[in-house]
């Protein structure tokens, strides 16, 4: 059989160029939510149009193309189609909105459940298989279901889009869609969800009496491409595991299949009840069975444990260490996978996994601190901006400042760390823990001051590094290196919240002319006063709660780090923002910047 690294290694057909950078920009719970936010306001216009169209579309007599008995005109297989085999599922989320209440006709050959969606958060991994047996009973019980009423009133909530995709014995296909949001329809009729379990229980069937107790046979899938599967894995059919980081195209991170057996064990015979108060906010690792259907664990920031559902009910599970070791030494595959279809035209902003140093095969450091002998350092964060560039100068200082400052704990996923780079080319990473023990406060000390001192030499210019598509999503992430405003080059616009709707260029910030940029920094630098809290005496080294207050602008620098302004929950005209002594600072904008910032609103 083939294995799982196979799969995972062999779904990219040529290597992308080596001069890009993999889009590996981990994301941190607190972004995962703030992405989930903007996907249900910014990207309101695929969520809240494509509940509107379900809501007020599905209605008896309404829709172009409709047959005098309620059938839909049947869709031709592409030419050439050879016979009745199962159509492929569409591919936009567009494709599953129809207008028209559906009568389907007996005779199908083959149903396939299809999922629609965006990104990989918002979107489900379907059944690799067609059903192929019940059929005529399924279409009986889809027919006999409740049109939906003229005057019914769906609210505008949204879900991940399904639809059966019928196949007859001529080749021809019938669709009916929905969504279990709002009023649960599926082809213009009440029972999208009757219709959903229906076919997840008659295709679970089908494989008992296909397979028996045995896996259903391996396909080729995209680990990280969708945040969970129509049927869900079971534990013993499990063949690999992967952390998924990242966003908005994830990148799965191996677990070693040395480790997998141990840590299923321990999962096995350790989950427990997940009981109330466990946010699930941080990353999630799916366990993966051969045909691609997995099993999504999310771990909670606040209470260290892992979610999951299992059987219809909550659990939670706390990993012994050889388990959290392997979570957190999980690796990104070396050869391309299917994971991140088109790679970046540009780097993305240095971050665990975007710093190519930061996902070397690297030895633990003991608790000595980092050897001597380093040739350049790297930091590495799942919740923060770090440097584009190494730190090389000055490494004796701050290696020593690595030893004899971090106690045992236990591996967790939003750990940073210092990878130090040797002159034979090993690698050894420091763990900076983000749990509730000793986070090596000296160290980042020590780096900031180094690598600030480093780029203040003659002749030094920032590495220029493209932001996050869609920057404004990142507000919780914070930069390491402090920016003064007179670094800043560039300044976008990312309020959002009277954004109705939007075609993506909000969520990346809109980008302010020069003349306009430079009037809002003036009026910054004039303008702004301390906010009453005083500044840290060094930076930062545990991840920070969930930020208060939307963010209004992202002051950008040509590499990547910025400063976020932000509105003050407490004010309607006052900013906020934090100046490069780690100083919160207050801005209430002048006229001239006052009717910039309006200017640039949704009309």
Same mark, same amino acid.
């Not at 896996?215 to 080729?220: D, R």
């Given at each position: 059989?083939?294995?799982?690294?196979?799969?995972?290694?062999?779904?990219?057909?040529?290597?992308?160029?080596?001069?890009?950078?993999?889009?590996?920009?981990?994301?941190?719970?607190?972004?995962?939510?703030?992405?989930?936010?903007?996907?249900?306001?910014?990207?309101?216009?695929?969520?809240?149009?494509?509940?509107?169209?379900?809501?007020?579309?599905?209605?008896?007599?309404?829709?172009?193309?409709?047959?005098?008995?309620?059938?839909?005109?049947?869709?031709?297989?592409?030419?050439?189609?050879?016979? /009745?085999?199962?159509?492929?599922?569409?591919?936009?989320?567009?494709?599953?909105?129809?207008?028209?209440?559906?009568?389907?006709?007996?005779?199908?050959?083959?149903?396939?459940?299809?999922?629609?969606?965006?990104?990989?958060?918002?979107?489900?991994?379907?059944?690799?298989?067609?059903?192929?047996?019940?059929?005529?009973?399924?279409?009986?019980?889809?027919?006999?279901?409740?049109?939906?009423?003229?005057?019914?009133?769906?609210?505008?909530?949204?879900?991940?889009?399904?639809?059966?995709?019928?196949?007859?014995?001529?080749?021809?296909?019938?669709?009916?869609?929905?969504?279990?949001?709002?009023?649960?329809?599926?082809?213009?009729?009440?029972?999208?969800?009757?219709?959903?379990?229906?076919?997840?229980?008659?295709?679970?069937?089908?494989?008992?009496?296909?397979?028996?107790?045995?896996?259903?046979?391996?396909?080729?899938?995209?680990?990280?491409?969708?945040?969970?599967?129509?049927?869900?894995?079971?534990?013993?059919?499990?063949?690999?595991?992967?952390?998924?980081?990242?966003?908005?195209?994830?990148?799965?991170?191996?677990?070693?299949?040395?480790? @997998?057996?141990?840590?299923?064990?321990? @999962?096995?015979?350790?989950?427990?009840?997940?009981?109330?108060?466990?946010?699930?906010?941080?990353?999630?690792?799916?366990?993966?069975?051969?045909?691609?259907?997995?099993?999504?664990?999310?771990?909670?920031?606040?209470?260290?444990?892992?979610?999951?559902?299992?059987?219809?009910?909550?659990?939670?599970?706390?990993?012994?260490?050889?388990?959290?070791?392997?979570?957190?030494?999980?690796?990104?595959?070396?050869?391309?996978?299917?994971?991140?279809?088109?790679?970046?035209?540009?780097?993305?902003?240095?971050?665990?996994?975007?710093?190519?140093?930061?996902?070397?095969?690297?030895?633990?450091?003991?608790?000595?601190?980092? /050897?001597?002998?380093?040739?350049?350092?790297?930091?590495?964060?799942?919740?923060?901006?770090?440097?584009?560039? /190494?730190?090389?100068?000055?490494?004796?200082?701050?290696?020593?400042?690595?030893?004899?400052?971090?106690?045992?704990?236990?591996?967790?996923?939003?750990?940073?760390?210092?990878?130090?780079?040797?002159?034979?080319?090993?690698?050894?990473?420091?763990?900076?823990?983000?749990?509730?023990?000793?986070?090596?406060?000296?160290?980042?000390?020590?780096?900031?001051?180094?690598?600030?001192?480093?780029?203040?030499?003659?002749?030094?210019? /920032?590495?220029?590094?493209?932001?996050?598509?869609?920057?404004?999503?990142?507000?919780?992430?914070?930069?390491?290196?402090?920016?003064? @405003?007179?670094?800043?080059?560039?300044?976008?616009?990312?309020?959002?919240?009277?954004?109705?709707?939007?075609?993506?260029?909000?969520?990346?910030?809109?980008?302010?002319?020069?003349?306009?940029?430079?009037?809002?920094?003036?009026?910054?630098?004039?303008?702004?006063?301390?906010?009453?809290?005083?500044?840290?005496?060094?930076?930062?080294?545990?991840?920070?709660?969930?930020?208060?207050?939307?963010?209004?602008?992202?002051?950008?620098?040509?590499?990547?780090?910025?400063?976020?302004?932000?509105?003050?929950?407490?004010?309607?005209?006052?900013?906020?923002?934090?100046?490069?002594?780690?100083?919160?600072?207050?801005?209430?904008?002048?006229?001239?910047?006052?009717?910039?910032?309006?200017?640039?609103?949704?009309?």
């Amino acid at each position: 059989m083939t294995s799982f690294r196979d799969r995972l290694h062999g779904l990219t057909p040529r290597p992308p160029s080596t001069d890009d950078w993999a889009a590996r920009a981990a994301t941190t719970g607190r972004a995962r939510r703030r992405t989930r936010n903007v996907a249900a306001s910014a990207a309101a216009a695929a969520v809240v149009a494509l509940a509107a169209v379900l809501a007020t579309q599905y209605l008896p007599g309404i829709g172009d193309g409709q047959n005098a008995d309620g059938r839909i005109p049947a869709t031709p297989l592409p030419a050439g189609s050879t016979g /009745p085999v199962a159509a492929p599922c569409p591919r936009e989320a567009s494709d599953y909105v129809d207008g028209t209440t559906i009568t389907l006709p007996l005779g199908a050959v083959s149903l396939r459940w299809c999922t629609g969606g965006g990104d990989a958060m918002l979107s489900e991994y379907p059944p690799p298989e067609p059903l192929t047996r019940g059929l005529d009973a399924w279409v009986t019980a889809f027919n006999a279901l409740p049109k939906l009423p003229r005057d019914a009133a769906c609210t505008a909530d949204w879900s991940i889009p399904g639809a059966a995709l019928l196949t007859y014995a001529d080749g021809t296909t019938r669709m009916v869609a929905g969504m279990r949001a709002g009023c649960g329809t599926i082809g213009g009729r009440g029972g999208f969800e009757a219709m959903r379990t229906r076919t997840i229980d008659a295709l679970t069937a089908q494989r008992t009496s296909m397979f028996g107790n045995q896996a259903p046979p391996a396909e080729s899938s995209q680990p990280c491409a969708a945040h969970g599967s129509t049927i869900p894995a079971r534990l013993e059919w499990i063949t690999g595991a992967v952390v998924c980081e990242g966003y908005p195209t994830p990148t799965a991170k191996e677990v070693a299949s040395s480790s @997998l057996p141990a840590l299923l064990a321990d @999962l096995r015979h350790h989950h427990r009840s997940a009981g109330d108060g466990i946010i699930a906010d941080g990353p999630t690792m799916q366990l993966l069975q051969a045909n691609g259907e997995m099993l999504v664990l999310t771990f909670s920031l606040s209470s260290g444990v892992w979610t999951f559902s299992l059987d219809g009910a909550q659990r939670s599970w706390s990993p012994d260490e050889a388990s959290r070791v392997a979570i957190a030494q999980a690796s990104t595959p070396t050869t391309p996978s299917a994971i991140t279809p088109v790679p970046p035209a540009s780097p993305t902003i240095p971050s665990e996994g975007t710093v190519p140093a930061c996902s070397l095969p690297a030895s633990l450091a003991p608790a000595s601190g980092l /050897p001597s002998g380093a040739t350049k350092v790297w930091f590495c964060s799942n919740w923060r901006f770090g440097p584009a560039e /190494p730190l090389d100068t000055h490494l004796d200082e701050f290696l020593a400042s690595t030893g004899g400052g971090i106690e045992p704990c236990l591996a967790n996923p939003q750990d940073e760390s210092f990878v130090a780079v040797y002159p034979d080319g090993t690698a050894v990473k420091l763990r900076m823990p983000a749990g509730a023990c000793h986070p090596q406060p000296r160290a980042v000390t020590t780096f900031v001051r180094l690598m600030t001192e480093q780029r203040s030499a003659p002749g030094w210019t /920032p590495t220029v590094v493209a932001p996050p598509q869609k920057l404004c999503a990142w507000d919780s992430w914070q930069t390491l290196m402090p920016v003064r @405003l007179q670094d800043v080059t560039q300044v976008r616009f990312c309020d959002l919240s009277k954004v109705t709707q939007d075609d993506g260029s909000r969520v990346a910030g809109l980008v302010l002319k020069p003349t306009d940029a430079q009037t809002l920094l003036d009026d910054l630098a004039t303008h702004s006063s301390p906010s009453g809290s005083t500044a840290p005496s060094a930076p930062q080294t545990t991840a920070p709660g969930v930020n208060t207050g939307r963010v209004v602008l992202a002051l950008l620098r040509t590499n990547g780090e910025l400063i976020w302004v932000r509105a003050m929950p407490s004010s309607t005209t006052a900013l906020t923002w934090t100046d490069s002594a780690g100083q919160p600072m207050q801005w209430t904008p002048d006229a001239a910047s006052a009717a910039i910032l309006e200017a640039l609103q949704p009309r």
